[in-house]
């Protein structure tokens, strides 16, 4: 992972994640003093070490985490990173992200997150099936359909997930077991539009955005110039839809590092080369350039979708970008959201630009739950309608804000930003429910 040299800022991403939760409080008029530390702490954090027999007859004891952060609105919600950096901060900070998120898109879901401490680049296919198998064995009953409910995340994918509902069926026989994780292939109970659906809800979300004037100086994705940084799921999917509306990709990286070129990059082509050779440096056509260079090059909108903490205080500056669309959770640092805020860019976060993957697993969970198969213009629709208005309650939130600001709430120095509104409506949607449901006893 590219790591700052200049910056003394916490790149812990619980740090980051409490201070964008007290910041988004300092907008709220009025919430009970005594359920804070409730919505901003993990409910339940489960660690497990097991071991796993390795391709060489070695045997290697691996670390995994669960972390549920709170189910007041519906079982947790979150999905599974395979990453050699993954620590306990980041899945409890990934996963109050899917509490927040599953509250402003409106679906009844909390949030939750899973990690397993590895790096799937030198594991084989049968090593990640022993472990992943063994990793749901160790969850139990931990995770279930109506508890907590995984997904994919980086480096796991539709294969790691039919391992996940395989395993937890054949330890819960005679149930309909496939609402137990979603992102499942289609063949197993998978949804159509799942394997697009976060590049897609970041479409459908930038588009309302701009249909909003949100952006001054941006009014649409035609001939717009994007840089995409992490060429995986949300990244390679994102490059490709925002192309097919006109918008020019003029550099995209992974982790290998990125490439330029400003006459635009064909996002399929990149993909089939990266397909072939690993990665999308060496296409042809395209100068080099590092992920560093990737984030600051010019262009109109940047879409990280690799990893968290990419933009901080020591880049923030540089960027020049008018949009950030959030398609990673958490790639920007609390620091790093001052320094765009006081240049005038606008950051559409991540708890709204990448929900849709968490919209369309919960239309193939309620299929699952029916035994039912919706067909790809449903989910496509219903996930434009989920995104469009979590946008619309954004903005309309940022508005309010603004004129709560002009009025000199609170003495709050700065005005609110789109991460502040989205985040106000989802922690007064989720204290609502608290209240509503009642402390018990
Ligand atoms: P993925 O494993 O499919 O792809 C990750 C990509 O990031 C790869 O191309 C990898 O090479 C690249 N990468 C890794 N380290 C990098 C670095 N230091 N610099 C540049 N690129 C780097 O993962 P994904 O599912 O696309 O997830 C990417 C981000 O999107 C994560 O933050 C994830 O939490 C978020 N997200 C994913 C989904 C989903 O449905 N897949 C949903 C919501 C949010």
Same mark, same amino acid.
């Given at each position: ?87 306990? @901060? ?40 022993? *472990? ?16 907590? *409910?995984?997904?994919?995340? &980086? ?45 897609? %809800? ?12 949100? &952006? ?6 035609? %001939? ?7 060429? %995986? ?25 990125? *490439? ?42 940047? *879409? ?16 020049? @970008?008018?949009?950030?669309?959030? @398609? ?114």
């Amino acid at each position: 992972m590219d790591m700052p040299t200049k910056s003394a800022e916490s790149l812990d991403l619980f740090v980051n994640a409490r201070q964008q939760f007290e910041q988004a409080l300092t907008w709220i008029e009025s919430i009970k003093v005594g359920i804070i530390d409730y919505l901003i702490s993990p409910k339940r954090t489960l660690h497990v070490r097991f071991p796993v027999n390795m391709d060489d007859e070695s045997i290697r004891t691996f670390h995994g985490f669960r972390v549920l952060h709170n189910r007041v609105r519906g079982p947790g919600k979150g999905g599974i990173r395979y990453h050699p950096d993954v620590c306990e @901060a980041e899945v409890t900070a990934l996963a109050a992200f899917m509490t927040w998120k599953t509250a402003v898109v409106d679906i009844p879901f909390g949030g939750g997150k899973g990690g397993i401490v590895c790096n799937p680049k030198e594991l084989s296919r049968g090593e990640l099936r022993r *472990i992943t198998r063994r990793f749901v064995a160790e969850l139990g009953d931990n995770i279930g359909p109506h508890t907590d *409910i995984p997904a994919p995340d &980086v480096y796991t994918d539709s294969q790691t997930m039919a391992w996940i509902y395989d395993t937890f069926d054949l330890m819960h026989p005679g149930e309909n077991n496939l609402a137990v994780v979603t992102g499942k292939p289609l063949e197993i109970g998978g949804s159509v539009g799942r394997d697009e659906a976060t590049a897609r %809800g970041s479409l459908y979300a930038s588009e309302q955005l701009l249909k909003r004037g949100a &952006v001054p100086g941006l009014k649409a994705l035609d %001939g717009a110039c994007v840089a995409v940084q992490g060429y %995986g799921n949300a990244g390679s999917v994102a490059a490709r839809l925002f192309h097919e509306v006109g918008a020019r990709i003029v550099a995209v990286s992974d982790s290998r590092g990125g *490439i330029r070129n400003d006459a635009g990059l064909d996002p399929v082509q990149v993909l089939a080369h990266k397909e072939k050779t690993g990665s999308v440096v060496g296409f042809e056509g395209a100068s080099k350039i590092s992920n560093e260079e990737l984030l600051t090059c010019d262009c109109d909108i940047l *879409i990280p979708a690799a990893l968290e903490c990419q933009v901080r205080q020591d880049n923030a500056a540089n960027v020049k @970008a008018k949009l950030i669309v959030e @398609a990673a959770n958490g790639p920007l640092t609390t620091a790093a959201d001052k320094v765009l805020q006081e240049k005038g860019v606008i950051v559409l976060p991540d708890i709204v630009a990448n929900a849709g993957g968490v919209v369309v697993s919960y239309f193939e969970w309620v299929q699952n739950l029916e035994n039912q198969q919706w067909d790809l213009e449903k989910v496509d629709r219903k996930l434009r309608k989920k995104m469009t208005r979590a946008v619309d309650d954004t903005v309309d939130r940022w508005a309010a804000l603004n004129e709560r600001h002009k009025e000199g709430f609170n003495g709050n120095s700065v005005g609110p930003t789109l991460r502040d509104a989205a985040l106000v409506t989802a922690i007064e949607r989720i204290a609502t429910v608290v209240l509503q449901r009642d402390i018990w006893p």
